[in-house]
């Protein structure tokens, strides 16, 4: 329920349950930052290797490519609020593990890639179901755009503190304190989720078996233009975009001479560009013209990859990181307030679970693919052909942009986003459109 207004950036904030997730989210979202730089920095701390590196990053991904699509049918039939308790439970129970295995000193990489992959099967269902769950927390369509925008802002605001503290507590302690923290910051968001007055949703029947609610959703997201489009764009991005946060370590100790403290800050410099993004997204009023966003992005990204891969001091890269992190939030926050606006209620879960493989499925192949050939050719020449690779799926975007809007000019219009055409049979016709 909407209690009183709040400021325009902020709207969203006006739904109680959206308010609660927001905080607790932010909370939780901290840990999850701290474990994720902690755990690289682990993985190479026992193996100095880039493609251990790719591997633990791999296996903490790959279940949102394999599992995604299932969840998606899932996601549609269950109950999202009591999913999203269920997910957040297990990757608390999680990061406990993985705190317990690194404090007593015992731990080994294939622990570590194994519960990576425990973990990525529990995200396929939470990032999917959590997406989905943004319409129920946010009934009002009308501000559907600024809470994904302000969630985006949020992810992205805790990415920048995130991974500072855990610099600053690998520097002075080790990787278990920050798996410990993590743990900790779940109870965050379960408190915040428990506290929530959800209403009764809206039910649709679906029929037949997941074997067909699959098909269903493939053919929808695959077999409408606009959407395919978008999703294949996010997946090349996410694919290059995995290759140069799997070599970060790399660079923040052979390029830059430095440790733990370099790589927090470096990763915080994408942040800072991710969350410059996102911000400008909120202070969005429409859907409009996001397509010229989705269309610049890729090209602004790979260019700033690129010169990253010249960089020679650790200033000037985090610079260019933060142009990488505008353009890849820019996008994927764009990309994903379309679809939740163009996608029918019924097939939600479906299409999101897609936006999650695209984002988060990807990325282990790139990971993989990025680990291995920066063993062969080098992390630098690793980062240009990723950089190149977004540049021309950029370049691509553009070609077609046109068309595209034609195709989603229908749905728009039946959403009342852009006024009705005037027919011939209208007084006013030949005043045009």
Same mark, same amino acid.
């Given at each position: 329920?909407?209690?009183?207004?709040?400021? %325009?950036?902020?709207?969203?904030?006006?739904?109680?349950?959206? &308010?609660?997730?927001?905080?607790?989210?932010?909370?939780?979202?901290?840990?999850?930052?701290?474990?994720?730089?902690?755990?690289?920095?682990?993985?190479?701390?026992?193996?100095?290797?880039?493609?251990?590196?790719?591997?633990?990053?791999?296996?903490?991904?790959?279940?949102?490519?394999?599992?995604?699509?299932?969840?998606?049918?899932?996601?549609?039939?269950?109950? &999202?609020?009591?999913?999203?308790?269920?997910?957040?439970?297990?990757?608390?129970?999680?990061?406990?593990?993985?705190?317990?295995?690194?404090?007593?000193?015992?731990?080994?990489?294939?622990?570590?890639?194994?519960?990576?992959?425990?973990?990525?099967?529990?995200?396929?269902?939470?990032?999917?179901?959590?997406?989905?769950?943004?319409?129920?927390?946010?009934?009002?369509?009308? %501000?559907?755009?600024?809470?994904?925008?302000?969630?985006?802002?949020?992810?992205?605001?805790?990415?920048?503190?995130?991974?500072?503290?855990?610099?600053?507590?690998?520097?002075?302690?080790?990787?278990?304190?920050?798996?410990?923290?993590?743990?900790?910051?779940?109870?965050?968001?379960?408190?915040?989720?428990?506290?929530?007055?959800?209403?009764?949703?809206?039910?649709?029947?679906?029929?037949?078996?997941?074997?067909?609610?699959?098909?269903?959703?493939?053919?929808?997201?695959?077999?409408?233009?606009?959407?395919?489009?978008?999703?294949?764009?996010?997946?090349?991005?996410?694919?290059?975009?995995?290759?140069?946060?799997?070599?970060?370590?790399?660079?923040?100790?052979?390029?830059? %001479?430095?440790?733990?403290?370099?790589?927090?800050?470096?990763?915080?410099?994408?942040?800072?560009?991710?969350?410059?993004?996102?911000?400008?997204?909120?202070?969005?009023?429409?859907?409009?013209?996001?397509?010229?966003?989705?269309?610049?992005?890729?090209?602004?990204?790979?260019?700033?990859?690129?010169?990253?891969?010249?960089?020679?001091?650790?200033?000037?890269?985090?610079?260019?990181?933060?142009?990488?992190?505008?353009?890849?939030?820019?996008?994927?926050?764009?990309?994903?307030?379309?679809?939740?606006?163009?996608?029918?209620?019924?097939?939600?879960? &479906?299409?999101?679970?897609?936006?999650?493989?695209?984002?988060?499925?990807?990325?282990?192949?790139?990971?993989?693919?990025?680990?291995?050939?920066?063993?062969?050719?080098?992390?630098?020449?690793?980062?240009?052909?990723?950089?190149?690779?977004?540049?021309?799926?950029?370049?691509?975007?553009? &070609?077609?942009?046109?068309?595209?809007?034609?195709?989603?000019?229908?749905?728009?219009?039946?959403?009342?986003?852009?006024?009705?055409?005037?027919?011939?049979?209208?007084?006013?016709?030949?005043?045009?459109?």
């Amino acid at each position: 329920m909407a209690t009183a207004p709040r400021p %325009h950036l902020l709207r969203a904030l006006a739904h109680a349950n959206f &308010r609660l997730f927001y905080v607790g989210q932010g909370v939780s979202l901290i840990g999850t930052w701290m474990q994720q730089v902690a755990m690289s920095w682990l993985v190479f701390l026992l193996t100095d290797s880039s493609f251990w590196l790719g591997a633990a990053a791999f296996a903490g991904q790959i279940p949102s490519l394999v599992i995604a699509p299932m969840a998606g049918v899932m996601v549609d039939r269950w109950n &999202r609020h009591r999913l999203l308790i269920v997910t957040q439970t297990l990757a608390m129970l999680q990061a406990v593990l993985l705190s317990i295995l690194a404090w007593n000193g015992t731990v080994q990489v294939w622990q570590v890639l194994l519960l990576n992959l425990f973990l990525g099967t529990v995200t396929s269902f939470d990032v999917t179901g959590r997406q989905a769950f943004l319409i129920e927390m946010v009934p009002d369509r009308e %501000h559907l755009a600024n809470a994904i925008a302000l969630n985006s802002s949020l992810v992205n605001a805790t990415r920048l503190i995130g991974p500072a503290l855990a610099g600053a507590v690998l520097a002075s302690t080790s990787p278990a304190v920050c798996f410990v923290l993590n743990a900790v910051s779940y109870l965050a968001v379960l408190l915040a989720l428990f506290a929530m007055k959800v209403a009764p949703r809206t039910e649709h029947r679906h029929v037949g078996s997941i074997l067909a609610g699959l098909r269903e959703g493939f053919a929808y997201a695959f077999g409408f233009a606009p959407v395919r489009a978008l999703l294949m764009l996010l997946a090349l991005i996410s694919l290059t975009s995995a290759s140069y946060t799997t070599l970060l370590p790399i660079f923040a100790e052979r390029s830059f %001479h430095g440790g733990p403290g370099t790589f927090g800050l470096l990763s915080s410099g994408a942040g800072v560009g991710a969350l410059a993004a996102a911000v400008m997204l909120a202070a969005r009023t429409s859907v409009l013209g996001l397509g010229r966003w989705i269309a610049f992005c890729p090209a602004l990204f790979g260019t700033a990859l690129i010169a990253f891969s010249f960089a020679e001091q650790w200033i000037p890269a985090a610079a260019l990181l933060t142009g990488a992190g505008f353009a890849q939030m820019g996008l994927m926050a764009a990309t994903n307030t379309i679809l939740q606006t163009i996608v029918p209620e019924e097939k939600r879960g &479906r299409v999101m679970s897609y936006y999650t493989m695209a984002f988060l499925g990807m990325a282990p192949i790139g990971s993989l693919l990025g680990g291995a050939i920066a063993d062969r050719i080098g992390a630098g020449m690793m980062v240009r052909l990723a950089g190149g690779c977004a540049i021309a799926g950029g370049l691509l975007m553009m &070609r077609q942009l046109k068309r595209l809007r034609e195709l989603v000019r229908p749905v728009y219009i039946e959403l009342g986003i852009l006024p009705a055409p005037i027919t011939s049979a209208s007084p006013d016709a030949s005043v045009g459109t």
